[in-house]
């Protein structure tokens, strides 16, 4: 029996001539946390302005010059925005399910639009040479007309919009993000692009949030043939706790709760070594529910967090095998604690 829970394989720079530009790559990574800090400052001293048409704009300098077409694909209660590149019909098609967006503007105020101001699946799907390439944003991202119940249910739906349409209820984007239903909507997704274009099986991709949305859609299907996370929510209880906020099981799937019933599934699991969003523990708490690990693949990335370091290095991160073979050989995992103790001065002992 094998648990992968304390060691992985680790990519060191993931691309050959990496080595010789890392530290202009570090740099860069600076310098970007550095900018989405002084935007989190203006939004909050702007009252949070999003500005829509720059985030579509985004997707569209992102996924046309990679003839990735646009797409809105109808569920029971959401149209999930998707761009879709298919070339080859009745052939294996990869599939990116988008992260968690902008859930929040801080602490105690939840964001009036989650779509993401850098959609990371997206980037990482227009890096992706494959024939056939499909991207699906998370519910009330980019298009939040709301299928649903009336206004005012259990799930918190909000009231029309200027155009009479019902608004999506923000619980669809907190409590409610990995609800049973928001699964089924993905299910009923994959289930129309299957008939739209003939697609017989599916390799997925998830990325934050994303990845919870596929690896349940991995453990329900039979038409899944290898999944894939990157910077992956494994375990949403445990991700909370290293927050400090509430995971409300009832309303949410959890991946350890199945993980039995992925473990004949071909994946595997990419952790940013700087990434303290999900941490390396995340994944730990996830593969401890791996009884068998034969198929259980993961590989800690330099040069990546949460966010930043993942889009420069996929075309090679994802020619690594998902398979079910002989284990790679294991890298300790940092130990840094995530207050950054590391980086404070020891204690002098009288």
Same mark, same amino acid.
């Given at each position: 029996m094998s648990h992968p829970s304390d060691d992985l394989p680790v990519v060191h720079g993931a691309v050959s001539d990496l080595g010789a530009t890392r530290p202009r790559f570090r740099r860069s990574l600076a310098v970007a946390g550095l900018w989405t800090a002084a935007c989190a400052g203006i939004l909050l001293l702007s009252s949070c302005a999003r500005y829509p048409v720059m985030e579509d704009d985004t997707v569209k300098r992102t996924a046309m010059p990679v003839f990735m077409l646009e797409r809105k694909v109808p569920t029971e209660l959401f149209l999930l925005e998707a761009r879709e590149r298919v070339y080859d019909r009745h052939a294996p098609a990869t599939v990116y399910i988008e992260g968690d967006g902008v859930p929040y503007i801080d602490e105690k105020h939840v964001s009036d639009d989650p779509t993401p101001a850098d959609p990371v699946a997206l980037r990482l799907a227009a890096q992706d040479g494959d024939?056939?390439?499909?991207?699906? %944003?998370?519910? &009330?991202?980019?298009? *939040? +007309?709301?299928?649903?119940?009336? $206004?005012?249910?259990?799930?918190?739906? !909000? %009231?029309?919009?200027? %155009?009479?349409?019902?608004? &999506? =209820?923000?619980?669809?984007?907190?409590?409610? *993000?990995?609800? =049973?239903?928001?699964? +089924?909507?993905?299910?009923?997704?994959?289930?129309?692009?299957? %008939? /739209? /274009?003939?697609? =017989?099986?599916?390799?997925?991709?998830?990325?934050?949030?994303?990845?919870?949305?596929?690896?349940?859609? $991995?453990? !329900?299907?039979?038409?899944? *043939?290898?999944?894939?996370?990157? $910077?992956?929510?494994? $375990?949403?209880d445990v991700t909370a706790q290293i927050h400090n906020y509430q995971f409300n099981g009832q309303n949410s799937v959890n991946p350890r709760d199945y993980a039995d019933r992925l473990e004949t599934m071909p994946q595997r699991h990419f952790i940013g070594r700087l990434d303290r969003v999900t941490p390396p523990v995340v994944y730990n708490s996830y593969a401890q529910n791996v009884q068998d690990g034969k198929c259980l693949n993961a590989t800690l990335v330099d040069n990546a967090d949460h966010q930043l370091g993942w889009v420069e290095q996929w075309k090679t991160l994802k020619t690594l095998p998902t398979d079910c073979q002989a284990p790679a050989v294991p890298v300790k995992f940092d130990p840094t604690p995530l207050d950054g103790d590391k980086y404070k001065p020891a204690k002098k002992h009288k």
């Open positions: 024939s056939n390439v499909i991207w699906l %944003a998370r519910p &009330c991202q980019y298009f *939040k +007309e709301w299928r649903g119940y009336s $206004a005012g249910d259990k799930t918190g739906g !909000q %009231a029309n919009d200027k %155009a009479g349409k019902k608004a &999506c =209820p923000k619980a669809y984007w907190t409590d409610r *993000k990995f609800a =049973p239903e928001v699964i +089924e909507s993905y299910n009923m997704a994959l289930d129309n692009i299957k %008939a /739209y /274009y003939g697609i =017989p099986v599916f390799n997925l991709v998830g990325y934050d949030g994303g990845a919870v949305i596929a690896m349940a859609l $991995a453990a !329900q299907r039979q038409d899944i *043939k290898s999944l894939r996370t990157v $910077a992956g929510n494994l $375990a949403p």
